[in-house]
């Protein structure tokens, strides 16, 4: 499929219809996801009605994460295969990820003050999380500060697979340091520690983000294909 969607036209036949597909689905998960979550889910023994931010605040966290995942894997193909199309996926979801681990520190401060607090805390994961939205936004700054396309991709694409390396950082900072947080709570031995009334609704969000980016991903790579069309289309007048 990936092989298959690498060739330009293709994917622009394909992400014609794929992306609002797409956003459909974003649109009915988060439809039903936010008023499940932030109305009709119970609210907590401990932390009361302050635990809805949690359906906001931890989905934004897994794909910040899973983003950045998918950057560094299509930055690997661009540097290794040189594929135009391959550092045009990881520059379109830059900017949505950027969104996305922003949207979690500054839930998470806001999750944090009631819950344990503090709105900040220098502990593992709050300080990784931040230095990955700090990558986020110094690769979105490398690519703008180049006009070399080219070699903005390519510096662009091991600024990118370096900053990967926080990633387990991230995940694992709650096993490996002293935290506020707690461990995973869902895949874990034993099973979800979270009950089935929680984990409905935080499942239909995190689905309703993941949903929300394939469209969003989509639409960007297809505007920039667009764009580098007509860069090309005014360069071959003006040789003509």
């Known amino acids: ?109 806001l999750w944090g003050a009631p819950t344990w607090g503090t709105w900040w805390e220098w502990d593992g994961r709050m300080t990784s999380m931040l230095v990955l939205f700090v990558t986020y936004l110094g690769y979105i700054a490398l690519w703008s500060a180049i006009e070399d396309e080219e070699k903005a991709a390519r510096l662009a694409a091991i600024l990118c697979l370096v900053g990967a390396i926080n990633l387990p950082i991230v995940h694992f900072s709650v096993e490996w340091w002293s935290t506020l947080h707690q461990p995973a709570s869902i895949v874990r031995s034993g099973g979800s520690a979270i009950h089935p009334s929680m984990l409905g609704p935080l499942l239909t969000m995190a689905a309703g983000y993941l949903f929300l980016f394939g469209a969003l991903v989509m639409m960007n790579m297809r505007a920039a294909i667009f764009r580098r069309r007509v860069e090309s289309a005014r360069a071959r007048g003006g040789e003509a």
Not at 43 to 69: K, L, N
Not at 81 to 106: E, K, N, S
């Open 1 to 109: 499929m990936l092989t298959y969607l690498s060739n330009p036209q293709r994917f622009m036949a394909f992400s014609a219809w794929a992306a609002p597909l797409f956003f459909a689905a974003a649109v009915i998960a988060l439809g039903v996801g936010l008023p499940w979550s932030l109305v009709f889910s119970p609210a907590d023994y401990q932390q009361g009605e302050t635990v809805r931010i949690m359906y906001v605040h931890v989905p934004a966290a897994w794909w910040s994460m899973g983003v950045f995942a998918f950057m560094a894997a299509a930055s690997f193909v661009g540097l290794v295969w040189r594929h135009a199309l391959a550092d045009v996926a990881a520059r379109a979801a830059a900017p949505i990820g950027a969104t996305l681990a922003g949207l979690c520190l500054i839930t998470g401060s």
